[in-house]
């Protein structure tokens, strides 16, 4: 949809012009799965899919949220009754975000926003962390607030945290917010340093292609819990802060050192997937792009068998991917569903994504390169 299109549809919802737009993207995540809560390395970068805001200020204490993408018209919400627990459905993402910023003391008394998005939902591409991130730009933007993007990532991650009541780390807001085109974000968690890396597909003749398995297993939510308590347990039981203060030559005297199997398996796979970013990062640095691929597909095993994560759909993707000559493939995201990344030379890539197809008929599937991060539109 054009800019125009996007004005349009505001004004036919809301009756009025609006003060501007934005637009904030998905992610996918090449490398650093579950390293995030785990004070470690994490490298996603952003999609060409975007979430998009019209928005205008309201000073009469009233959220009113509108998208082109689900049903149930206008959603208006009195901001003094917002509190964590009370909102529902998609509504909850942007009545969070305007919470946690008044929390954080920023006076903003209201608003009118539409939304539309291109990033699919439901895929484990982080539509929510777009819709987060655009409705935090937008928000401060407008009200003249110049929140430094990690700030802000931060202020969207406590919004999930504390509001929508989803344990996550901070790597799908930071993606959202702070990726730039045409490079991955290699970022430090536990200082949260950042580096864009250099990471141009097409020069090095590779394509990169996004399958959307279309499943999520039912028990995906409760399951991140636990994941995540249990990397936390498993640090305590060494007497570290977190996982991520287990270097990796380390490794074995760690897993003798921890009393049960699961808390081996779950320490295996963070201390081996840190080191798998900075192997990544290190072949990137080096301009031997096509490396990866080995290190993507140890990913993917990790996540299948120590983390245990994956499930039939997205372990067909990787396994079809790599029958058909993919250079490495993995699951990407929280797992239980959602999608698998293929790295494949770019002459092959349209059969393997036929060949993927054909095992697989419900997959969505793109071939993609690393977009903007979240930018006003006008
Ligand atoms: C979800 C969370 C992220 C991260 C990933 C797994 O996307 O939102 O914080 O933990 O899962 O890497």
């Known amino acids: 949809m054009t800019q125009a299109a996007l004005d349009i549809a505001f004004k036919d919802v809301y009756g009025r012009a609006p003060e501007g737009a934005w637009a904030a993207p998905g992610r996918v995540n090449l490398i650093g ?38 049903d149930g018209g206008v959603v208006e919400l009195r901001v003094a009754d917002l509190e964590p627990g009370t909102a529902s459905g998609w509504a909850t993402y942007p009545a969070a975000v305007l919470w946690t910023l008044r929390e954080a003391g920023h006076d903003i008394p209201g608003a009118d926003i539409h939304y539309d998005s ?23 933007e407008l009200h003249g607030l110049d929140l430094p993007r990690q700030d802000l990532a931060l202020l969207c991650q406590r919004s999930e945290n504390v509001y929508v009541g989803a344990p996550v780390g901070v790597m799908d807001q930071t993606a959202s917010a702070c990726c730039t085109s045409g490079h991955a974000l290699h970022l430090d968690v536990r200082g949260l340093q950042q ?26 939510d409760g399951a991140y819990a636990q994941l995540r308590s249990g990397c936390e347990a498993s640090a ?9 203060d287990v270097a990796y030559p380390q490794l074995d005297a760690a897993l003798v050192a921890l009393p049960e199997e699961r808390m081996r398996r779950l320490t295996r796979h963070i201390v081996t997937e840190n080191r798998r970013v900075e192997r990544v990062l290190a072949l990137l640095d080096a301009g031997r792009t096509r490396e990866i691929g080995p290190v993507l597909t140890e990913g993917h095993v990790s996540l ?39 790295l494949v030379e770019e002459d092959r890539a349209a059969e393997l994504g036929e060949t993927i197809a054909r095992a697989l008929p419900q997959v969505r599937r793109f071939a993609t390169t690393p977009g903007a991060g979240a930018h006003r539109l006008w």
């Open 33 to 70: 799965e579950h390293t995030d809560y785990n004070d470690g390395f994490v490298m996603p970068f952003a999609l060409p899919h975007t979430t998009r805001a019209a928005v205008a200020r309201r000073d009469d204490g009233r959220l009113r949220v509108h998208s082109a993408d689900m």
């Open 304 to 342: 299948r068998d120590d983390f245990q994560i994956s499930c039939p759909e997205l372990d067909l993707v990787v396994d079809t991917a790599l029958a058909g000559g993919a250079l490495g493939a993995r699951m990407t995201g929280g797992g239980f569903g959602g999608s698998a990344i293929v």
């Open 195 to 220: 580096r864009q890396v250099p990471f141009d597909l097409a020069a090095e003749g590779l394509q990169l292609l996004v399958v959307d398995t279309r499943v999520k297993h039912a028990h995906a």
């Open 118 to 140: 291109t990033v699919p939902v439901g895929g484990g591409l982080s539509s929510s962390a777009a819709l987060q991130v655009v409705t935090a730009l937008a928000l401060t």
């Open 236 to 244: 305590a039981a060494l007497g570290l802060p977190a996982l991520r």
